[in-house]
């Protein structure tokens, strides 16, 4: 499974830190933001560990539609000074929440455990919970105890949410009820595409989850380098693109370019979006690209296009070697090159 690689904040580490030796408290919120783990806020402890965490989802104002991290202590009571706490990462991840922010938390737990110090949670398996129902102490219990189910691992978290979305894709009868909905002029440039009033589209995921034109453009014009078509060349983004073929006709190819240096939470959020992009494509808007392409170099477009457009002659020439039955050995001649031998006889 893919990891986010998240950063965790010096407010966060440290609030953690010096959280060993305030005894009193009892759990620190966190939250993604930009390419970090940051702090939100803190709760001490309470009556008994029991009321602190059923009472978690008020204290820590724990929405329905936006996920967090709650670093928990485990401690039954304030431990006398030099005493070594017990925490349990809570990873809450609502069933409303965005795909791409559920992918996110769900891959960043064992780095944030692994940066804030993993023996601090090594007593108690994390604890991941879905609604509200799941926010009471009684479940915490049961999963400890066998008597309900156990949270669920990173890949089982991974596969469960991945199984969803295609679930949801593969359900719909329209853009609307897709996990991302496609911009008014998005649409149009696509009708365009199919249409062969344009021959390239460039589409960058906007604002709630929805999919818009990068830029007005919507022909190659004449760009000599595909690269030169581009609104920008650091962030990923899908292109549609129509080139003539030698022998006649056009060949539609789907292509996600996806620098290197974007940002991870970028990479993750079009990686979510590519497999819905393409449904829609292939649906709704009956596009059926000849090929689809992953390319990570901005410097490759081009060639990589013209390599499925028109393949070079060489490589035409090699395949045709490869399939030709090769020529066995021919026959020596026995009088190029020398006399014909006399046989040899007692009187000669």
């Given amino acids: 499974m893919a990891r986010a690689y998240l950063a965790v904040d010096v407010e966060l580490a440290s609030a953690f830190l010096a959280a060993q030796e305030d005894k009193g408290l009892r759990w620190l919120k966190a939250k993604v933001e930009g390419e970090a783990v940051r702090l939100v806020s803190s709760g001490r402890m309470g009556a008994s560990i029991g009321a602190d965490f059923d009472a978690l989802q008020a204290d820590a104002s724990l929405a329905i539609d936006e996920p967090a991290f709650v670093l928990f202590s485990r401690d039954a009571e304030a431990l006398a000074a030099g005493a070594a706490r017990s925490w349990q990462l809570v990873c809450w991840v609502p069933d409303s929440a965005a795909p791409r922010l559920k992918m996110i938390y769900s891959s960043s737990r064992e780095d944030l455990k692994g940066s804030l110090g993993g023996g601090f949670f090594s007593s108690f398996k994390d604890y991941c919970a879905n609604d509200g129902g799941d926010m009471a102490w009684s479940h915490v219990a049961g999963a400890e105890a066998g008597g309900a189910p156990a949270p669920l691992t990173d890949k089982e978290l991974f596969l469960k949410e991945e199984q969803k979305l295609e679930k949801d894709t593969r359900s719909s009868v329209g853009m609307a009820s897709v996990p991302f909905r496609l911009a008014d002029d998005l649409e149009a440039a696509l009708r365009a595409f199919v249409a062969g009033e344009a021959d390239f589209v460039e589409a960058v995921v906007g604002d709630c989850e929805t999919l818009k034109l990068a830029a007005p453009h919507q022909t190659l014009g004449g760009a000599g380098d595909l690269k030169d078509a581009?609104?920008?060349?650091?962030?990923?983004?899908?292109?549609?693109?129509?080139?003539?073929?030698?022998?006649?006709?056009?060949?539609?190819?789907?292509?996600?370019?996806?620098?290197?240096?974007?940002?991870?939470?970028?990479?993750?959020?079009?990686?979510?979006?590519?497999?819905?992009?393409?449904?829609?494509?292939?649906?709704?808007?009956?596009?059926?690209?000849?090929?689809?392409?992953?390319?990570?170099?901005?410097?490759?477009?081009?060639?990589?296009?013209?390599?499925?457009?028109?393949?070079?002659?060489?490589?035409?020439?090699?395949k045709h070697a490869a399939n030709s039955k090769p020529k066995g050995p021919g026959r020596r001649s026995t009088t190029r090159g020398s006399a014909k031998l006399k046989k040899w006889t007692p009187e000669g």
């Fill in 230 to 318: 581009l609104s920008a060349l650091d962030a990923p983004r899908f292109l549609l693109v129509a080139k003539p073929k030698p022998g006649g006709g056009a060949a539609k190819l789907f292509v996600y370019y996806c620098p290197e240096s974007a940002p991870v939470k970028a990479k993750m959020t079009y990686s979510t979006a590519k497999a819905t992009f393409a449904d829609i494509l292939a649906g709704p808007l009956g596009v059926d690209p000849e090929k689809t392409l992953e390319v990570r170099d901005a410097g490759d477009l081009q060639a990589d296009v013209d390599a499925v457009v028109a393949p070079p002659a060489d490589d035409r020439a090699i």
